[in-house]
C-alpha cells in the first residue's frame, strides 16, 4: 500500500502546487513502473508460489513494490542530500528524513518475500533497478531538467497550466506562509 500512498501524495502536489520539479518525480515513478512492466515481461520468471496468489498474473522478476520503493528511496535521498542540501532543513529532520526513507523501503521489501510475493532475489533485482533508475532520473532532472525549468514556466503551455519552479527558494513552507500572511494583510475586508 505504500507506493499508492505515495503516488497520491504526488498527484496532491502536483494538482495543487503546479510545482515542476514534483512533475517530474512523478514522471520518473512511471517511468520506472514502466520498466519494471518491461523487464517483467522480458525476464517472465515465476513468483514462489503461485497457488498461495492465484489472482495475481504478473511475473515474479523483479518486484514492483522493491522497484517502486527502491526508486522512492533513491530519488528522496538524493534530493534532501543534493537539492535541499542544508537550505531548509536541520541535519535531525533531514537524518529523520532518511531514516524514513529507507526503514519504509525494507519493511516493504520484506513483506514482500515474508508474504510470498516474491522470492529474496526477485525484491534484491528489483530494489537494485528500481536504486539505479532513480539515481539516473534524479540527475537527469537536477542537471539537464532543472536548467530549463524558467524557459518551461514561461512558455504558453506552462503559463496556461500555472506550473511553478521553487529551486531557487531556500525554505518553500516559509516562503508560502509569508506570501499568505502579506495577502492576507494587503486584501481588504470582503464581507461574508
Known sequence: MVPIFIIISNVTLIVSR?????????LGC???ELSNYALKSLIMQQ???????PSIESSGMPS???????????????FLSIRLSQRSLSRRTTLFIYLLCISTTLIVC?????LLYHTLFQVIVGITVGGLFGTVWFLVVHYALT?????????C????????DFTHINNFVQFE???????????PEVPM
Do not use: E
Open 147 to 155: 536548467p530549463i525549468f524558467p524557459r518551461i514556466t514561461d512558455s
Open 30 to 32: 512511471l517511468s520506472n
Open 64 to 78: 514492483n513494490h522493491a522497484q517502486f520503493m527502491g526508486f522512492f528511496c533513491a530519488y528522496t535521498t538524493l
Open 47 to 53: 513468483r514462489p508460489f503461485p497457488s498461495l496468489h
Open 18 to 26: 503546479r510545482d515542476l520539479h514534483t512533475l517530474f518525480y512523478f
Open 110 to 114: 520484506y513483506s514482500r518475500v515474508y
Open 177 to 187: 506562509y509569508t506570501v499568505v500572511r502579506n495577502h492576507i494583510r494587503i486584501r
Open 157 to 164: 503551455i506552462g503559463q496556461f497550466l500555472m506550473l511553478q
